[in-house]
């Protein structure tokens, strides 16, 4: 095989609790991630040589070594060095970058799964989430199942059982932000001790939150879409107030639940009923600087080959 192409679907959090700041100055989470059909392409190719080349067309994206795409790459190769190849990756892009959808962490994902597959390694899974973890505390989820929990920074998973509503109105903003800035505002205004005050352990023990303690102690139901939760949502909407206004649309318009995904800015509403979210979309799409789109959640294996 010459070249191998793997779509690399975006994630949503359904769950994003902050538990605190950790010495290593990453935050201690509980996320629900489910993945939708909302797909990159990524193309990789075998070329003459040992280069490296990564191509996309979106100007937000890094092209060359900084890419996460070709750092996953350069990972896999320091894993597996008599397999090392000339390599072009190739990305187009239809998650939004910057969103809180995890993007830049399916690609380098998409990578580390092709590769084995393109090049004929035998690589455990296991092995390959943990060359991820390296990457971005997203990465692990993209080659473990979806829906799921994490906890950790991100990188430890497990299985979520149980059901959730299957549409999703996905809303993109003209804009993007910055993980690292969001949770340096989520510190700002949570002191030293982040989230691990008496009122946020208080949290984890109410009631209402068992299946967030559930999936600290490796439990595992989905809680019904009025239970999920961001943390992060109230910094993003800060930052930008337009997200609290679509928030409010997607509510009006008949979403269960609506909220920010990951660090923002994108928002989302989740629905039972198709039709339902096909008029939700066609009523906040029509918003100027507003795209929306209707996501349907993806439940098993997140990465595939592209025919
Ligand atoms: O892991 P990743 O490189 O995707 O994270 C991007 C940035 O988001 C980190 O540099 C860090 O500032 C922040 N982050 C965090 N705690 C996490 C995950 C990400 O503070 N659990």
């Given at each position: 095989m010459e070249s191998i192409q793997v779509w690399s679907p975006a994630k949503l959090n359904l769950v994003l609790r902050v538990l605190g700041r950790r010495p290593d100055g990453y935050h201690e989470l509980v996320?629900?991630?489910?993945?939708?059909?909302?797909y990159d392409r990524v193309e990789m190719a075998r070329s003459s040589g040992t280069g490296l080349r990564v191509e996309c067309a979106h100007p937000g994206v890094p092209a060359g070594p900084d890419n996460l795409a070709a750092r996953a790459a350069e990972v896999f190769f320091q894993e597996c060095p008599d397999l090392r190849t000339g390599l072009s990756i190739k990305i187009e892009k239809h998650v939004p970058v910057a969103g809180g959808l995890g993007g830049g962490s399916g690609n380098a994902a998409a990578v580390l799964w092709g590769l084995p597959r393109l090049l004929g390694a035998k690589i455990s899974n296991a092995r390959l989430m943990e060359l991820g973890a390296e990457l971005g505390s997203d990465v692990p989820f993209f080659l473990f199942e979806s829906p799921a929990w994490a906890t950790g920074r991100g990188e430890r998973l497990h299985r979520a059982e149980g059901d959730f509503p299957d549409y999703f109105v996905v809303v993109k903003f003209p804009f993007g932000l910055s993980t690292a800035e969001v949770f340096g505002e989520w510190d700002r205004r949570h002191g030293?001790?982040?989230?691990?005050?008496?009122?946020?352990?208080?949290?984890?023990?109410?009631?209402?939150?068992?299946?967030?303690?559930?999936?600290?102690?490796?439990?595992s139901a989905i809680p019904l879409p009025r239970d999920w939760n961001n943390d992060l949502g109230p910094v993003a909407s800060s930052l930008h107030g337009e997200i609290g206004e679509v928030l409010d649309s997607l509510l009006g318009a008949g979403a269960e639940h609506a909220q920010v995904s990951g660090s923002g800015p994108t928002a989302f509403g989740v629905f039972q009923d198709e039709a339902k979210a096909f008029r939700a979309r066609e009523e906040v799409g029509r918003t100027p600087g507003l795209e929306a789109r209707l996501c349907r959640s993806l439940r098993g294996p997140v990465l595939k080959q592209a025919s």
């Open positions: 996320l629900l991630n489910t993945a939708v059909d909302l030293r001790s982040g989230g691990n005050s008496e009122e946020d352990q208080g949290y984890l023990t109410n009631s209402s939150n068992n299946s967030t303690l559930g999936a600290l102690r490796g439990r």
